[in-house]
């Protein structure tokens, strides 16, 4: 017998009899474990998220005060708290939310549930449990958008092609490495736009394959998400819509043009509908937009022209929403300079060219959106904001670029982790990042971590006044001090992006280990 089989089953060797109740225990505990390995990547990324509290801001604060309004008062105005944020529209004597609704209407059954939590247990309504509210309501909604979009991606390159590996290599990029990671932390609209706009890229993909038409689901399917992300981020419009032409030419081409956009349209009614219906009930009619009514003499001045504040691209805007150590994309995130490589790389490959060319339109169709808009820079943000919707189709390029040979997708895991560090820095310590600051990362985040100083943001979501203490992080609620709470992070980042070492390391590695094994 070999040495396996003698190992298969010891007690009975030694005459015990089997236990299965606990047998089936330990099968169990061994799938979960076994499960938790295979999705390490998503739950780091999870977990990651959910370890930062940033506080509060104007556009989160309005995104909360108006799900609070609906679910507490059955109001659509935010008139009662309006004090806590500058975010806000006018009429007559009412206040109201002035951002999109859709991460407001997310944010209703999470504000409900907290609601019922807190009457079922009699939770004070003091100001830690505000805290762990406003957690709470990131992590569900922005943290989980997060996480869908990085499965989105990696799902999304398999679909495509690339291996398994190299997906995950390139999901780590995306997910740690770009403006994905900060804004999974905040309640901002960006990154569910960007998990929706990634899904419709998604359905998309799948049909790569198909002979025939796209299904209704489908077309139904594509309309929704792509509703609900204009709902959520009204510039979304731009990226979904460019996805949304390409599904319907590739309906047109397998001759179901009319029942694409038959069933995309009746998909696409009940997010619109929805938001129709809260514009009506807010300010009298289902086309009247929040927008029209912000009384910010600034706005008004700037967005009095061309499009809502969109006109054309210029030098300085593409210049500093890129490049420059103010808010450039690849200046806070070096691995995103691989896009362009990759690009090229993903449209030479005939078998996937579509798919590429509609992800190169993304970029460039969000790039000149961001480069167009008076407020390119995101106001207070960490790099240019209106691109994270956009962040995935940059990602998803990086991984036809680190697929041709080791080389390459080394020096992806090596900018990959520079990225990291960059980014998780600023989120460590601030993503509210100042307009008056050229150069951010250097005169506000690297000597707040020399001296020991995370988590600086002082706006607190329910209060009116600045707070010491408005942000933080789960290591320093734990006991951790302030740079080990940021070294934490850090460690599990670099531990779980050597886990996607490239295969013939791993292999030397297994080598080692049993050369050892013999040895001893």
Known sequence: MSHAAGDAAPDTARGAAPRAGS???????????????????????ALTYAYFYQGGDPNQV?????????????????????RLTVDKAIVGSRVFADKAPGVSFAAVPVV???????????????RGARRARMHALVVAIAGTA??????LVWTTLVLLGASRRIASLTTFAYAFGTLAFPFSTVLFGHQVAAALAMACFHRYARERTRAAAPSPGASAGVGALAASAIVVEYPAAILVGVVGAAFLARAWRRGGL?????????????????????????FGSPFDLAYRHVVDPVFLSHTSTGLLGVGAP?????RGALVSPFRGLFFFCPVLALTFAGLARWLADATVRAEAVVAAAAVVASTWFCCSYYAWHGDLSLGPRHLVPALPFFAMPIAFFARDGAARAALVALLALVSAAIVLACTAVLVHLPTGVPNPLYDIVWPALVRGDVAINRMDPYASVL???????????????????????LAAIVLLLASYAPPGARRRGEARARRAEGSA
């Open 23 to 45: 047998s089936a225990v330990g099968r169990a505990v061994a799938r979960a474990a076994r499960a938790v390995v295979r999705a390490r990547l998503f739950v780091g990324i």
């Open 314 to 318: 210029t030098a300085s805007a593409l």
């Open 258 to 282: 009319a029942r694409a956009i038959g069933f995309g349209a009746l998909g696409a009614a009940p997010p619109l509908a929805l938001h129709g219906a809260y514009l009506a009930w807010a």
């Open 112 to 126: 409900a549930l907290l609601d019922a939590a807190d009457r079922a247990f009699d939770v004070p309504d003091d």
């Open 467 to 489: 707070h010491a203490d408005a942000a933080d992080n789960l290591g320093r609620m734990a006991g951790l001090g302030a740079r080990a709470s940021v070294l934490a992070p």
């Open 62 to 82: 309005t995104r909360v005060l108006l799900a609070r309004a609906i679910v507490e008062r059955r109001a659509p105005d935010i008139t009662p708290d309006q």
């Open 146 to 151: 997060g996480v869908a979009a990085a499965w």
